[in-house]
């Protein structure tokens, strides 16, 4: 079965970096576009960024984009999420998540159980 | 940007009654190559991420309960609970994937009353 697990987050100070993993099983990771999102504390859900299936194409929300970056190696079936100049606000629990189909159109079939990312001094 | 909003922020409904949430988006998510709504909807237990419930607009993902249903075109949407269970108490958000970046509601917390 489809299994989506992150890890990485931690405490971190402002200001500084943190790269979140997420490791993905149960299906051909090739396949499908893969996507960050984060949930604050008692919050809703925020869609982050999305890495293409081919490895081509990635995109951002506007409040992460120029410090946050996406990558994912196929090879590894694993997608990373690189997060630098840390603020406050960006406290949350991060996940990733699988479209529900391999094609562009990007509902999410399947979640991981989020990593939380605590930025505070 | 569409914005998603929904209503109501919370509801409470005793067991085995009727509960409704509706969306609406800023814009139509209808394409018209495929007549589809591009809009799905997710049930988030607490302590655990959320879980599709719902795609294009109506579909019902496998394994979710037949009183779960959604309905809706172009700009509003509705999830109906026909039959509320103890176990749907949860957090419901609609999400848009018409266009990135993807939106979400913000929420409407279901509890029994």
């Known amino acids: 079965q489809v299994q989506l697990v992150e890890s990485g987050g931690g405490v971190v100070q402002p200001g500084r970096s943190l790269r979140l993993s997420c490791a993905a099983s149960g299906f051909t990771f090739s396949s499908y576009a893969m996507h960050w999102l984060r949930q604050a504390p008692g919050k809703g859900l925020e869609w982050l960024a999305v890495a293409s299936y081919d490895e081509v194409t990635y995109l951002y929300a506007d409040s992460v984009r120029g410090r946050f970056t996406v990558s994912r190696d196929n090879s590894r079936n694993t997608l990373w999420l690189q997060m630098n100049s840390l603020r406050g606000d960006d406290t949350a629990v991060y996940y990733c998540?699988?479209?529900?189909?391999?094609?562009?159109?990007?509902?999410?079939?399947?979640w991981g159980q989020g990593t939380l990312v605590t930025v505070s001094s | 940007d569409i914005v998603m909003t929904q209503s109501p922020d919370s509801l409470a409904v005793s067991l085995g009654e009727r509960a409704t949430i509706n969306c609406k988006s800023s814009q139509s998510v209808l394409h018209s190559s495929n007549n589809q709504n591009y809009l799905g909807w997710y049930q988030q237990k607490p302590g655990q991420p959320p879980k599709l419930l719902i795609y294009?607009?109506?579909t019902r993902e496998s394994g979710v309960p037949d009183r779960f249903s959604g309905s809706g075109s172009q700009t509003d949407f509705t999830l109906t609970i026909s039959s509320l269970q103890a176990e749907d108490v949860a957090l419901y958000y609609c999400q848009q994937y018409y266009r990135t970046p993807l939106t979400f509601g913000g929420g409407t917390k279901v509890e029994i009353k």
């Open positions: 294009w607009a109506s």
């Open positions: 998540a699988k479209d529900r189909e391999p094609s562009l159109i990007h509902y999410l079939g399947s």
